[in-house]
């Protein structure tokens, strides 16, 4: 069996390798840049710390601002032709997932205009060409959106998400400062923080599995675990490390592949705009037990990794239910819900089931699922 596993070219870390930007540009003989970042990032000058670097060394750049939190197939049109109206030859993306994940869009229908319809770019996408140099700048700890090979659009005609996977949309660059998330709210710390676990753990026991990715995914359990209560209280320490837990996330699942959380979570964004960190949380303990008769001895790692203590003496029901409960109580600790009420209607779950069944990450799952497996998971959590 061969095993493929793609990564970054180049990634800077640590609080102040935003100053970075200005080399990568210089140094790569870029003319102008087409900044991607939403709206509130502008608002709150979180972007300009960004624009403030290419100002400083005198780069030309453009802001594009056109994006909503779970991008859609306007945003993505919109974005394609601000981009070819601006004649940059390189996108900046500056934010969380949707940042870049419109960035990805561009870049790729940029250089390979046969897939203008951005439907087509659903699942494995068959592109041929790179897309345009991207340099991801994530300013939430989550998506790792900045070292992974995928990207989400939201159809809202027909109330999906859909994930396109593609090589050739890594961004070339990724500066992870934990300076540009400093101004994270304590809410969105800590529903980004739980997409990052659920990447680390959905990575570790999904079906495509094997000994590297394990080896980003258990390290970036450890890195989480023990970071992201404290960067949801703005510490410094708490904030470093979720930037690298995060990341070090990213490098294991894009290779590898999620599981049924991720099509659960990402069927409530495209019906209720749910913050996809927030559902992914949520559905996280209740999930991770519908699988843990599916995943050997992992959840022993997991608890370990969780900080559990006395793991080398419990039973294998024991272990499994104690990697459990360490997420759940890690999860309310920082503030998540603990159901989907006031979230999900009951009359929707069958076509929410149906959704996220045809999810491009459901196939993953370590336990096999059904339509029907998955509207018991939702409704247990009402």
């Not at 027909?158 to 396109?164: A, G, H, N, S």
């Not at 209280?233 to 290779?255: D, I, P, T, W």
């Not at 104690?322 to 999860?331: E, I, K, N, P």
């Not at 509207?375 to 959590?381: F, G, M, P, Q, T």
Request: one cysteine or more; aromatic letters at 6%.
């Amino acid at each position: 069996m061969v095993n493929r596993f793609i990564l970054n070219e180049t990634s800077y870390h640590g609080a102040g390798a935003i100053k970075e930007l200005a080399t990568e540009i210089k140094n790569r003989n870029f003319k102008k840049a087409f900044v991607c970042s939403d709206p509130d990032l502008i608002k709150f000058g979180v972007t300009k710390k960004a624009t403030d670097v290419l100002d400083e060394n005198g780069i030309v750049y453009e802001v594009y601002s056109e994006i909503k939190p779970n991008p859609t197939i306007d945003n993505v049109k919109h974005g394609v032709a601000a981009f070819k109206h601006s004649g940059a030859d390189v996108i900046v993306a500056i934010g969380g997932g949707s940042s870049m994940d419109t960035a990805k869009a561009i870049g790729i229908i940029a250089t390979n205009p046969e897939f203008a319809d951005v439907r087509s770019l659903e699942g494995v996408s068959p592109t041929k060409n790179k897309c345009t140099p991207i340099i991801a700048i994530p300013t939430t700890a989550g998506t790792a959106a900045e070292v992974t090979i995928n990207y989400v659009i939201t159809d809202e005609e027909k109330k999906r998400k859909f994930v396109c996977v593609d090589p050739k949309d890594i961004p070339i660059v990724a500066i992870v400062d934990s300076d540009m998330m400093s101004s994270m709210p304590a809410g969105l710390t800590a529903a980004t923080g739980m997409d990052a676990l659920t990447h680390a753990i959905e990575g570790y026991i999904t079906k495509g599995a094997w000994e590297l990715s394990d080896m980003f995914h258990i390290k970036a359990i450890e890195i989480i675990s023990r970071s992201l209560r404290s960067a949801v209280k703005n510490e410094k320490a708490g904030r470093e490390g979720m930037a690298l837990g995060q990341y070090v996330a990213g490098m294991g699942f894009s290779n590898v592949g999620l599981g049924v959380d991720h099509s659960m979570a990402h069927t409530l964004s495209a019906y209720y705009d749910t913050p996809h960190g927030k559902a992914c949380a949520i559905l996280l303990p209740t999930v991770m037990a519908y699988n843990a008769e599916y995943t050997g001895e992992k959840y022993r790692d997991i608890a370990i990794a969780m900080g559990v203590k006395g793991v080398e003496n419990m039973t294998q029901a024991e272990y499994r239910k104690a990697a459990v409960d360490a997420v759940r109580q890690l999860s309310e600790d920082v503030g998540i819900p603990t159901t989907l009420k006031g979230i999900v209607k009951e009359e929707d779950i069958p076509e929410l089931a149906k959704s996220a069944y045809a999810d491009a990450c459901r196939p993953g799952n370590p336990r096999e699922t059904s339509v029907e497996d998955i509207e018991k998971l939702y409704k247990s959590l009402l």
